[in-house]
């Protein structure tokens, strides 16, 4: 169940209503039945899947609090880690490993048939393996208790607005909000609205119709000039960025409607001056993750610099490798990596010789030049991202430096297979009109504990509530062109 489906449509405000009439104590049971119904939708028999995942880490996490024994708390964790992530690897990576291991023996064999096996990827596999897995580590750490309720528990890996795409939540920041009594309240139901608005406005405007133009592109490597390629790669990067970033937004959006606040996964990447900054800024649970998990543990910055160049590379390639099983995401990772390292490197020299010369590198004039240079250099490490293998990779950055036939007809092409009539227009511009109002929204006087029956007299209920209408109705309207062409898509990181 995608969340821009008229299926969601009609399960979100079904299962927001029913929690707010229930009591308290059988909301668990009616979140935990609806995350289940909402995660079967995509395939009935991955809930055998997750139900393994969530009682090892639930028995594991248990068996560990119940004893000072190094040794013994050392082997749950361990036990844990191999099935959770033996269970990831199988499923995400076997086939990716067998190929590799194929394109080996083809050295020596060049007769060596394919090895592929005929298994489907869990939807949101990625998400929830790491998610249970901080919980079990943190038990073990010491930094949270172990969950004795499994309800709770289950509820906590399953939550159905994060559970497919994130965010990765800790145990300390998402299970005592669902061990909670929420109260209705006016601020919850605005924030929430506003999030979910600002969600399908990034999702079925601006990563789906970046997307129309993209896919044209891409479709035919071959035959594009290096502005369409650059282009298409740049237009990609705001695609990928809207595209998670919506669906993050209509997760809080959906979560905050029942009391509940996830954790911001975006902050304004794009505008970063720096690839340190950027990656600080985007998907930032992922980011924690590692750096917690395995940054951290391998010895983070507290060794030599050579070794935190080590430790960097390392997890940039698994970081990579976590997006998808494929080459092309792991050369994606490594670039990455190789550009933060550098950054790491001439940090000091750098502002050691501006301190010198006068010049503030925080200046807006001096940080919008460090904007652009990012932008400029990350482009084309968009193209191992986007790129299907890397044959397609090395043909893309060959007519990136090699077809420079700007005014060729190409791109002209491929803009108007935006198919971008007067209706699409209008569509779109009444969608960007609708985000502006929404933005513009008053968050009124009411405090988070406020009932919705009063204390927020003072906002203007009418000029709130037809605001609301008309920016949903706007991006409404602008999806349901999408539809009626077949240009609306599923959420790219469900695949990961």
């Known amino acids: 169940m995608n969340f821009n489906s008229i299926e969601f449509l009609i399960f979100l405000p079904v299962v927001v209503t029913a929690y707010w009439l229930l009591p308290f104590k059988a909301r668990w049971v009616l979140l935990l039945a609806a995350s289940l119904f909402f995660y079967m939708s995509w395939n009935v028999w991955l809930i055998i899947l997750i139900g393994i995942t969530t009682v090892t880490a639930y028995v594991a996490a248990i068996a560990v609090s119940r004893t000072d024994n190094v040794k013994l708390r050392k082997a749950w964790l361990i036990a844990t880690l191999v099935i959770c992530l033996g269970i990831l690897i199988f499923f995400k990576y076997i086939n990716f490993l067998l190929e590799s291991a194929v394109g080996v023996i083809r050295l020596f064999n060049a007769g060596q048939a394919d090895i592929v096996l005929d298994i489907i990827l869990p939807v949101g596999i990625s998400f929830y393996t790491f998610q249970t897995l901080s919980y079990v580590i943190d038990v073990y750490r010491g930094d949270y208790p172990a969950e004795r309720h499994f309800g709770y528990f289950a509820l906590y890996v399953t939550y159905f607005p994060q559970l497919v ?138 060794c030599g610099k050579w070794r935190r160049v080590l430790n960097t590379m390392i997890v940039f390639a698994l970081c990579g490798l976590w997006h998808g099983a494929n080459w092309t995401f792991v050369l994606w990772g490594l670039a990455a990596g190789v550009f933060v390292s550098i950054e790491s490197l001439i940090r000091r020299p750098v502002r050691a010789f501006c301190n010198e010369k006068g010049i503030d590198l925080q200046s807006p004039g001096v940080r919008f030049i460090r904007q652009i240079a990012v932008f400029m250099l990350f482009v084309p490490c968009c193209i191992l991202f986007r790129a299907q293998n890397v044959a397609e990779i090395g043909v893309a950055f060959t007519r990136l430096f090699t077809a420079w036939g700007f005014g060729g007809e190409y791109f002209a092409a491929a803009f108007q297979s935006l198919g971008m009539d007067g209706g699409r227009l209008i569509m779109l511009a009444a969608s960007l009109a609708g985000m502006v109002l929404v933005y513009r929204l008053p968050r009124g006087d009411s405090s988070p504990s406020l009932p919705l029956s009063g204390g927020y007299a003072r906002v203007n209920y009418n000029c709130t509530a037809a605001v609301f209408i008309y920016g949903a109705l706007a991006v409404a309207f602008c999806w349901l062109a999408l539809l009626a062409g077949s240009d609306v898509s599923g959420f790219a990181y469900f695949q990961f």
Not at 176 to 182: A, F, H, I, S
Not at 212 to 234: E, P
């Open 165 to 302: 795409a994130g965010p990765i939540e800790k145990p300390g920041t998402l299970l005592p909000q669902l061990r909670t009594e929420q109260k209705l309240n006016s601020d919850d139901l605005l924030e929430g609205g506003k999030w979910l608005i600002s969600g399908f406005f990034r999702k079925c405007v601006v990563a789906d119709f970046c997307g129309i133009f993209v896919n044209k592109v891409y479709a035919d490597l071959g035959s594009a000039n290096a502005l369409a390629v650059f282009a298409a790669s740049a237009l990609f990067l705001f695609q990928i960025y809207n595209d998670f970033a919506g669906y993050s937004e209509i997760a809080l959006g959906s979560a905050r409607l029942m009391g509940v606040k996830l954790t911001h996964n975006f902050e304004k990447p794009l505008t970063s001056a720096s690839f340190t900054e950027f990656f600080r800024r985007w998907h930032i649970t992922l980011n924690q993750w590692f750096t917690q998990y395995v940054y951290i543990p391998l010895g983070g910055s507290r």
